[in-house]
């Protein structure tokens, strides 16, 4: 999980985190408000919350992408362990991150219209 503070920040990390087969998906959570301290005082931001599904395996991969690519000097680099899940949908995750596998990274046309928001 990372947050980020602009819409094209977290398109830019998903996407690359997906082309790069270190996450197989990455859920982009707008409208996140946040309040933290900061070099000593508070502060207050909307941010996007992406959560980033991969594997233990692609951990490492998947920090040293949002350390490259975050706009952040400390960015939100957080992993949980999933201790029960969908055996089908786990399994989807793990050929998502077959480097091995045929892909194509050919885009889908976006399912919804932005513009009618």
């Given at each position: ?30 409208g ?72 194509s990274d ?12």
């Amino acid at each position: 999980m990372t947050t980020v503070g602009t819409e094209e920040q977290a398109n830019l990390l998903a996407s690359e985190l997906v082309s790069r087969r270190h996450a197989a998906c990455v859920n982009i959570v707008p409208g996140l408000r946040s309040v933290y301290r900061w070099q000593g005082k508070i502060c207050r931001d909307t941010e996007f919350m992406l959560v980033v599904k991969t594997s233990e395996s692609e951990y490492a991969a998947v920090q040293a992408a949002i350390l490259e690519l975050h706009g952040y000097e400390l960015p939100e680099i957080l992993a949980f362990k999933v201790c029960k899940g969908e055996q089908r949908f786990l399994d989807w995750i793990t050929g998502s991150l077959d480097k091995q596998a045929a892909f194509s990274d050919e885009e889908e046309p976006a399912m919804l219209d932005e513009t009618n928001f």
